[in-house]
Each structure stands twice: as C-alpha cells, then as structure tokens.
C-alpha cells in the first residue's frame, strides 16, 4: 500500500512568493496532520483535520500559513507570502483514530526561503 | 503544560555497544510511541505502549513504559550502524489525536 505522499520534496523559493505544499493521506486514514521541523523547534504540530475538517489549528504561525482538506485524499499547506524564517522541513502524517494515536508521515518537504 | 523530555541529546557510540535513551514528563500519558527518523526521511513508527510497566521488544530494541506511566526508555542492544538516527517519543496530549513529541536523541553508531 502506498504511504503518505508529499509534493514537492524539495522547494527553493524568493521571499515574498506563495508556496504551496501538497499531501495525499493513506487511503481509509480519517486523520491529517500538518507539522514543521527545525533543529531549533523540532518537530511542532501546525493543523490537523478529521474527516477534512480542521479540528485545531492553534499551531498555525501567523495567518500567512492557511490549509485545506478539499476531500479526503488531498489536503494543502499554503505560505504567502513566503520569509526566511518559514525555511524547515514540513511533514503531513496521517492517522486511522479509532482510538489509535499512532501516524504515519510522508517523507517531507524541504523549504528554502531565500 | 504536557511537556517531553528526552535525553541524551546526541549519542555517538561504537558499533556493537549498547545505549539506553529516556523520555520523561512530569505528566501521565494514556500511551507513548517511539518513532526513528532517518536524514531526509519522515518520522517512523516503531512501537507504540500502553500499559504502565510495559515491555515491548523489536529485535534489538526494548522499550518500557515507566510503571507511573510518566516516563519511557529505548535500550538497543549492539548497536550497528543501521541504528542511527533521530529517536523520538511522542504522546497524546490531552486525549486528543494531537501528538506532543520530544525534542528526540541523535543516535550516530560508528562502524
């Protein structure tokens, strides 16, 4: 089965540009989770959905940061404008519920803001 | 505040040794998970535990989950090279599905 995919791996951006970031879930999973890793935060939870609704965005930076669950396989992160300081790794994971807390993550998407 | 504390920060061993990592929190958890993170890859899952005292094994790997269920430890016995990485705890905070994770400890294992 395939995991959480996460386009684009890799994105090299200007300040001030829009960024989109997008994920597909694990089929069936009712849970979509937003994070961002630095080396000096680690790992911190933006947003997450259920059942494409947004359940607890108080992650959420600034009101730069925005996303969407249009359905349940596709879900984006979008940034505009883009800062330096928004440079990190972003990961989407994904979780059945049911009592399980258990995620699975995509293999990120590495930010550069320049 | 739930809070995840891990320690030691950053472990540089030999292949072939052995080392025990910690999570501790001044909180009870209904249940922690340990992930590995490889450089350039996701977080993944190794084991989940739930019940205080627990012991979960995964080949070379135990992990326990303290008796208070405040706390949790990772042993590797012989360490190889294929190890390294970045372990990290993580919790339910809350209840919620919202996972609190520790800051992780960065395994590099010498060949």
């Known amino acids: 089965d395939a995991g959480v995919i996460q386009s684009p791996r890799h994105e090299v951006t200007e300040m001030g540009q829009e960024v989109t970031l997008r994920c597909k879930p694990i089929?069936?999973?009712?849970?979509l989770f937003w994070y961002r890793q630095t080396m000096m935060r680690g790992l911190e939870l933006l947003i997450y959905?259920?059942?494409?609704?947004?359940?607890?965005d108080s992650g959420m930076p600034e009101d730069r940061f925005s996303a969407k669950m249009p359905n349940a396989s596709f879900s984006t992160l979008k940034i505009q404008p883009s800062e330096p300081r928004d440079s990190a790794v972003y990961f989407c994971?994904?979780?059945?519920?049911?009592?399980?807390?258990?995620?699975?993550f995509g293999p990120g998407t590495r930010l550069t803001v320049t | 505040t739930q809070l995840l504390e891990q320690s030691p920060q950053f472990l540089s061993i030999q292949e072939g040794e052995n080392l025990t990592v910690y999570c501790n929190s001044s909180?009870?958890?209904?249940?922690l998970q340990w992930y590995r993170q490889e450089p350039g890859e996701g977080p993944v899952l190794l084991v989940t535990?739930?019940?205080?005292?627990e012991v979960k094994k995964l080949k070379r790997l135990t992990f326990q989950f303290g008796d208070a269920r405040k706390d949790s430890s990772l042993h590797i016995t012989a360490a190889q090279p294929g190890d390294t990485g970045l372990y990290l705890c993580?919790?339910?905070?809350?209840?919620?599905?919202?996972?609190?994770f520790g800051s992780g400890t960065r395994l590099l294992v010498r060949p």
């Open positions: 535990v739930v019940t205080g005292g």
């Open positions: 089929s069936g999973h009712d849970y």
């Open positions: 959905f259920n059942n494409n609704v947004p359940i607890d």
């Open positions: 994971a994904s979780s059945t519920g049911a009592g399980t807390y258990e995620q699975y």
């Open positions: 909180s009870v958890f209904s249940s």
């Open positions: 993580a919790g339910p905070m809350d209840s919620s599905y919202k996972l609190i």
